[in-house]
């Protein structure tokens, strides 16, 4: 079984910056791709940013130019480098990643798993 937890969100002044991570736990191999979601209060869930297998990356409109998603070179932690926070980021960020995990006979297995958020709040 493997584990996404999130960490690094807070409480940040607009204009301010924080970093998500998402950490994968468990026996795995790779986090294979990845995706950070966020939704606020009373809002549906929106995609943030995404990576692939190749690092190719896509983020959402408003978060272009402002927020970076990357990961680790073991491909265990997935981040989020937001800057030039605005009181519209303020969320419950969630990572998703496809996870490939061992199956015992050479041909690993891609996976889906989801943390459980962390709270971003920025203020005026």
């Known amino acids: 079984q493997v584990q996404l937890v999130e960490s690094g969100g807070g409480l940040v002044q607009a204009g301010g910056s924080l970093r998500l991570s998402c950490a994968a736990s468990?026996?795995?191999?790779?986090?294979?791709?990845a995706y950070w979601y966020r939704q606020a209060p009373g809002q549906e869930f929106e995609h943030v940013a995404s990576i692939d297998p190749d690092d190719n990356t896509v983020y959402a409109d408003p978060v272009k130019g402002r927020f970076t998603i990357s990961r680790n070179n073991a491909k265990t932690v997935v981040y989020l480098q937001m800057n030039s926070l605005k009181p519209d980021d303020t969320a419950v960020y969630l990572c998703?990643?496809?996870?490939?995990?061992?199956?015992?006979?050479?041909?690993?297995?891609?996976?889906?798993?989801r943390g459980q958020g962390t709270q971003v709040t920025v203020s005026t």
């Open positions: 468990g026996n795995f191999l790779s986090i294979n791709a």
């Open positions: 998703d990643a496809t996870v490939l995990e061992p199956n015992g006979v050479g041909v690993p297995v891609p996976s889906n798993y």
